[in-house]
């Protein structure tokens, strides 16, 4: 069964701060890895996405990896905003192109 | 392009009531897709289609539900009769495999329902 697992399910962090969020995935075959934020009230906004032969790839203050032979992808939030305070999900479309979702992990950003 | 459109933003209604929700795609995506998000089970995919055809719609939580989809740009999930546990955010997404974003999911702005 597809599976896709995030952790931790929340954070919280000062403004400034660091932090990285882990994503684990059993989707078969693999095709890419999306990372969705999703701000409180609205609809989720792809940040990245990670194909097989990517590593590593950054979009301002975000970096993704990807171990595929772990099956484990992360995104790194540097200098955190307040506006980074959202929830961060990992998602894997499997074979059929249906997209196998994580629950998300809140992270929740303090002045 | 506006993005995908859904009305109505909230809807309060009573147990028993028929709901249907609205989803206009971004123009030439040939995926839609509609999702229930709860705090306690995320994001669940309901159903999908792929130019205009239901494809999937194993994730329809019971007969209530139906999803339909006329035409391109154009499509409804109504929930009759609506019971207290369908509270939740209902969104619709569009995707196409064409072009630069590739399976990107486009998300509407989501509809808010509570039965009461």
């Known amino acids: 069964k597809n599976q896709v697992e995030q952790s931790p399910q929340s954070l919280i962090i000062l403004e400034g701060k660091n932090c990285t969020l882990q994503?684990?995935?059993?989707?078969?075959?693999?095709?890419?890895l999306r990372w969705y934020k999703q701000d409180t009230g609205r609809g989720p906004v792809s940040l990245t996405i990670m194909t097989f032969s990517e590593n590593t790839k950054s979009n301002g203050r975000y970096t993704a990896t990807l171990d595929a032979d772990t099956k484990q992808s992360s995104l790194h939030i540097t200098a955190s905003q307040l506006s980074d305070s959202a929830s961060y999900i990992c998602v894997v479309p499997g074979g059929s192109y249906i997209p196998t979702f994580g629950r998300g992990t809140s992270l929740i950003v303090h002045p | 392009d506006a993005g995908v459109i859904q009305s109505p933003r909230h809807e309060v209604t009573e147990m028993g009531q028929e709901v249907t929700l609205r989803c206009k795609p971004i123009?030439?995506?040939?995926?839609l897709f509609w999702y229930r998000q709860t705090m306690m089970r995320g994001l669940e995919l309901l159903i999908y289609f792929n130019n205009n055809v239901p494809i999937d719609d194993s994730g329809m939580p019971e007969d209530r539900f139906s999803a339909k989809m006329p035409n391109a740009s154009f499509s409804t999930l109504k929930i009759q009769p609506s019971e207290p546990r369908d509270s939740a955010v209902y969104f619709c997404?569009?995707?196409?495999?064409?072009?630069?974003?590739?399976?990107?999911?486009?998300f509407g702005p989501g509809t808010r329902l509570t039965v009461l």
């Open positions: 994503c684990n995935y059993t989707v078969s075959p693999f095709s890419n």
């Open positions: 123009s030439g995506h040939d995926y």
């Open positions: 997404a569009s995707s196409s495999l064409q072009g630069a974003s590739g399976n990107e999911q486009f």
